[in-house]
């Protein structure tokens, strides 16, 4: 049972009470914005709420069970709030969204009646909508491992072990020229070979997507420079002379995990175990028929 302040329980039982709504966005960046419904500024949680360029949210249904309630947010596109730059950029993807009850006229009587993720955010005529999903979402999240031949961990943590800040694993890059949305030109990765960086992480250090890390996908060597290729569109938003930090990638695979990284001790897939293709295949010149384990 939610427990409410005694204060604030008194105003509500009142016939008149000065309640507003108050919104505090938490990005995964760390930034913190806060938002409200009421005509001044609020403090809520030590988090500036502004009255301008802020939220409206609609009415949440709860439902029984473990279906997933879902609102949304109604919000101003502003530079000095949200800007839309920040939304096409990923900035706001699964931030996390405060939703309180205040009196404004004693805004220490305040109650926080839930906690939602921003899922789908769609923008239309200057103004965004983002749909709020409450906790239950995490329910549709695959748990547990699989028995697979692939490692399930991530390069570099807690489960890998490999350390990422070893300058053999890491390498500084300026863009020196954008090839199309998926692929730009970089320098200062001459000193590593080619598709070191290969399902690696690129974090950019400045320009117009600084702070966010992208996946990289392929990084191949020309006489220009390394064309690295990535998961997600960057060439729109990169310029000339931005800089990344390159992080060494893994495709999962046994072999490469102690060939690159001096890891196999650490290896979280299951190699030694066929696939249930193996027992389809015909046998083949070379196979290891002598029952030795099968190391892919």
């Known amino acids: 049972m939610r427990a409410i302040d005694p204060d604030l329980a008194a105003h509500l039982a009142q016939s008149e009470t000065t309640l507003a709504k108050c919104w505090r966005v938490i990005r995964g960046d760390g930034?913190?914005?806060?938002?409200?419904?009421?005509?001044?500024?609020?403090?809520?949680?030590?988090?500036?709420?502004?009255?301008?360029?802020?939220?409206?949210?609609?009415?949440?249904?709860?439902?029984?069970?473990?279906?997933?309630?879902?609102?949304?947010?109604?919000?101003?596109?502003?530079?000095?709030?949200?800007?839309?730059?920040?939304?096409?950029?990923?900035?706001?993807?699964?931030?996390?969204?405060?939703?309180?009850?205040?009196?404004?006229?004693?805004?220490?009587?305040?109650?926080?009646?839930?906690?939602?993720?921003?899922?789908?955010?769609?923008?239309?005529?200057?103004?965004?909508?983002?749909?709020?999903?409450?906790?239950?979402?995490?329910?549709?999240?695959?748990?547990?491992?699989?028995y697979q031949a692939l490692c399930d961990a991530v390069v570099g943590d807690g489960r890998c072990g490999v350390d990422l800040e070893n300058p053999a694993f890491r390498g500084s890059a300026t863009v020196v020229r954008v090839d199309d949305p998926f692929r730009i030109v970089v320098s200062g990765l001459e000193g590593f070979a080619e598709g070191w960086f290969g399902f690696g992480m690129g974090r950019w250090d400045d320009g117009r997507r600084v702070g966010l890390a992208?996946?990289?996908?392929?990084?191949?060597?020309?006489?220009?420079?390394?064309?690295?290729?990535?998961?997600?569109?960057?060439?729109?938003?990169?310029?000339?002379?931005?800089?990344?930090?390159?992080?060494?990638?893994?495709?999962?695979?046994?072999?490469?995990?102690?060939?690159?990284?001096?890891?196999?001790?650490?290896?979280?897939g299951f190699p030694h175990i066929p696939g249930n293709d193996y027992v389809l295949r015909h046998p083949r010149a070379g196979d290891a028929l002598d029952g030795r384990a099968v190391v892919r």
């Open 214 to 268: 992208d996946a990289v996908l392929t990084q191949q060597k020309t006489p220009e420079g390394d064309v690295l290729g990535f998961a997600a569109k960057v060439g729109e938003w990169v310029a000339v002379g931005d800089r990344l930090t390159l992080t060494a990638g893994c495709d999962r695979r046994f072999a490469t995990c102690g060939s690159k990284f001096a890891n196999s001790a650490n290896f979280r």
């Open 31 to 146: 930034v913190v914005l806060g938002f409200t419904d009421h005509d001044r500024g609020l403090v809520v949680e030590g988090t500036a709420c502004s009255p301008m360029h802020g939220l409206d949210g609609s009415e949440m249904p709860a439902r029984l069970g473990a279906q997933v309630d879902t609102g949304e947010v109604l919000g101003v596109l502003d530079s000095a709030a949200i800007a839309e730059d920040d939304i096409l950029l990923g900035r706001y993807d699964g931030a996390k969204v405060e939703s309180w009850v205040v009196n404004w006229s004693a805004p220490e009587q305040r109650l926080l009646l839930r906690v939602d993720t921003i899922g789908e955010i769609v923008r239309e005529d200057g103004v965004f909508r983002a749909e709020l999903r409450s906790p239950q979402q995490g329910l549709n999240l695959t748990r547990g491992r699989i």
